[in-house]
């Protein structure tokens, strides 16, 4: 018999779901007031997201995949990730974007189908939203892979949900990780759900975590509704990517509150019963306890920040509302750094049937 | 100048593209001290070292899926598949990323990366070793498909490749990798992409080939020339996009012409190019195009292997066809 491995996964959770202290709280923490641009974040972030499914259920967008219970990870990255770090996101992460400086009407327009929602000229390096299951992770281990051969002290920090975890590409990217111990964190957002399938369908493993065990590299769990836990679990993983020290997996346990997207209805596959008992998870009220019992927070202060999340998400709107639609020629700009000259006569098709559409509705 | 292989002319891009742009990273299985299982990478990772010549995991969707990344973040990527037949899960990587990260960040981002892989039947290999793949890579938007027929052409087209801003699908002929010589001068010139070469000069019938199929062309232009029909050969070179000007100018002088493929027939290349003869050159066809391909089967253990490429027998059987149509 041989003793490979035995493990025990850490769990980090600093406050309960009524906003108590569980644990000794970690250095950063120690000053509530200095947790409230994070609260504030998360506010807007729920703001905006409630903003979103209306814009979708009025024409406004297309399909949205809605980040209602994530508040807390998204904001616990946004806090950690230094900004020349690199974000590999899935399509659930426009609150880490917006934290890293990135206009929130880019995600409108992204839901709004315009591929100028995966510009960001405030957080060049970063990637664009991710379909594509897991298809990011390699792409993250090439980045770290970039980060380390230059010698640059620099994290790929790539996102995933739990569904994620059982692709092929999910388990390459954190071997390869491990392989050559890259600068890379990875963050599963284990909302419990892979649009209809449960975790405990998603695979036996006991935790999303261990999988890492196999890739011989570090893992934790952290509570994903409590924004210190997030903070300090993935500022640890960051820190030790940063200094050479080797990539980390970390599952945050959340719940998806919300539909998969607005294509879907949950009600189909999970019980109101269990819904409801989840909102007693949740991370804002949560961290807002808190902020409450540390005499960082009043309602006052809650009722002025409700009114400028309002304010601020309906300029978003105003700015995707006031992008212009794009033009068809933007199909063939940016295909190729130079178009080759074989598509021109398909740019020529195209203008040609355009003109003939407006004279057809002229007629 | 030296005369070299196709395989070592590989090589010796890779060599030259890496001394003069330390961002040229190679990577793959068996690339490093092995020196790839063809040796296309031979001693490039002594000369450069383990970092910028990597052994991956044996994993072709993470080479792939790295190389996007890499790409990305600054480097120049040339990610190595060991065979075709293993570069189909590494397809996901290069439909879904590197052919749209340009376009869809609105060119916030590229990815000016090189996948590498031996393609073709003729050499005896194992099953899933013999494949040609072309237009399924041809198939996906925003990346280009190059395919050396000649030492001096894969030296030329490859450094083209690694300087290309956006990614490049770089299959290689397995079949010409030892075949023969050439003289190549190590000069860092590239060759030019988007790009068909005249291989040979005719006025009858137009033979337009790539890779191994150049051979079976030009021996069956040997063969017309002795009954008087002088064929022109036409080395495609770029398989997407494809050079249509120097096609249809061929076409539209000899007025008959044969494409030929070692892939299925189906919704392959070869289909392709007859269709846009047929829409751009209809009235200078004096008989209809022929296409000349491997069978809509699969691609056979060795023994049948011969039988399921095209030869210069089957290639002078279409463009006798073409040049007899009433």
């Known amino acids: ?363 | 100048m030296s005369s070299i292989t196709l395989v070592e002319a590989v090589n010796l891009a890779l060599s030259r593209a890496m001394e003069d742009d330390d961002r040229v990273v190679v990577l793959g299985e068996d690339v490093g001290i092995n020196g790839g299982v063809f040796r296309a990478t031979a001693g490039l990772q002594q000369r450069f070292g383990a970092e910028r010549v990597a052994d991956t995991p044996l994993a072709e969707g993470l080479i792939a899926g790295m190389a996007v990344g890499m790409a990305a973040e600054g480097l120049r990527p040339v990610a190595e598949i060991q065979f075709a037949g293993f570069a189909y899960t590494a397809i996901d990587q290069i439909l879904n990323h590197a052919g749209r990260l340009r376009h869809r960040t609105q060119g916030r981002l590229s990815c000016p990366m090189v996948l590498r892989t031996p393609c073709g039947a003729g050499i005896h290999a194992p099953e899933h070793h013999s494949e040609s793949p072309e237009a399924m890579f041809a198939h996906i938007p925003g990346i280009r498909v190059v395919y050396p027929s000649s030492p001096a052409k894969a030296y030329g087209l490859l450094l083209a490749s690694i300087a290309d801003p956006d990614p490049v699908v770089f299959l290689e002929p397995s079949r010409l990798y030892r075949r023969f010589k050439e003289e190549v001068e190590d000069d860092g010139e590239p060759l030019p992409v988007d790009q068909a070469f005249i291989a040979r000069e005719g006025t009858d019938v137009t033979l337009v080939a790539w890779g191994a199929m150049l051979y079976e062309s030009l021996k069956a232009a040997d063969e017309l020339a002795g009954d008087g029909h002088f064929a022109e050969v036409i080395d495609l070179a770029t398989l997407k996009p494809i050079d249509y000007d120097t096609v249809l100018e061929s076409v539209k002088k000899t007025g008959r012409c044969v494409v030929v493929s070692e892939a299925p027939r189906t919704a392959s290349l070869a289909s392709e190019i007859s269709a846009n003869i047929s829409e751009r050159a209809l009235l200078s066809l004096l008989a209809p195009v022929e296409r000349v391909t491997a069978w809509d089967t699969v691609t056979p253990m060795f023994r049948l292997e011969e039988r399921y490429m095209p030869n210069a027998a089957r290639i002078v059987g279409a463009a006798r066809k073409v040049l007899e149509y009433q």
């Open chain 1, 1 to 363: 018999m041989t003793v490979a491995a035995t493990f025990e996964i850490r769990f980090t959770r600093y406050l309960d779901p009524t906003g108590r202290e569980a644990a000794p709280l970690p250095s950063f923490a120690a000053d509530a007031r200095a947790l409230l641009p994070d609260y504030r974040a998360m506010v807007f972030m729920r703001a905006l997201d409630a903003k979103a499914i209306a814009m979708q259920r009025t024409g406004q967008i297309g399909t949205y995949a809605s980040t209602l219970g994530k508040e807390a990870i998204d904001a616990g990255i946004g806090a950690v990730l230094a900004p020349n770090d690199v974000l590999l996101p899935s399509y659930r992460e426009s609150g880490i974007l917006m934290l890293r400086g990135v206009s929130p009407h880019r995600t409108l327009l992204y839901w709004g189908g315009d591929e100028r929602g995966n510009v960001f000229p405030e957080s060049p390096h970063d990637f664009p939203f991710n379909v594509p299951i897991a298809s990011q992770m390699p792409h993250a281990a090439g980045v770290a892979y970039a980060m380390k051969l230059r010698r640059e002290p620099r994290v790929a920090l790539a996102m995933c949900g739990d569904g994620a975890t059982s692709k092929g590409d999910f388990y390459e990217a954190i071997n390869a990780a491990g392989a050559w111990k890259l600068p890379m964190v990875v963050v599963v957002v284990n909302n419990q759900y892979a649009i209809s399938v449960p975790r405990r369908m998603q695979s036996a493993a006991q935790t999303l975590a261990q999988k890492a065990i196999a890739a011989g590299i570090a893992c934790e769990q952290v509570d994903g509704n409590d924004l210190i836990a997030v903070r300090d679990a993935v500022g640890r993983a960051v820190e030790l990517a940063r200094t050479g020290r080797g990539p980390t997996l970390l599952e945050a346990l959340t719940y998806r509150l919300s539909d998969h997207t607005t294509a879907d209805d949950a009600t189909r596959y999970r019980s109101a019963d269990e819904l409801k008992e989840q909102w007693k998870e949740e991370p804002i009220l949560r961290l807002r306890s808190w902020l409450h019992a540390k005499g960082a927070w009043s309602p006052t202060d809650e009722q002025a920040l409700a009114k400028d999340a309002q304010m601020h998400v309906q300029k978003m709107v105003q700015a995707y509302l006031d992008t212009p639609p794009p033009g068809s020629e933007q199909m063939f700009e940016h295909l190729y750094a130079r178009l080759p000259r074989q598509y021109q006569s398909q740019v020529a098709e195209l203008t040609q049937q355009e003109e003939r559409d407006v004279e057809h509705h002229a007629g």
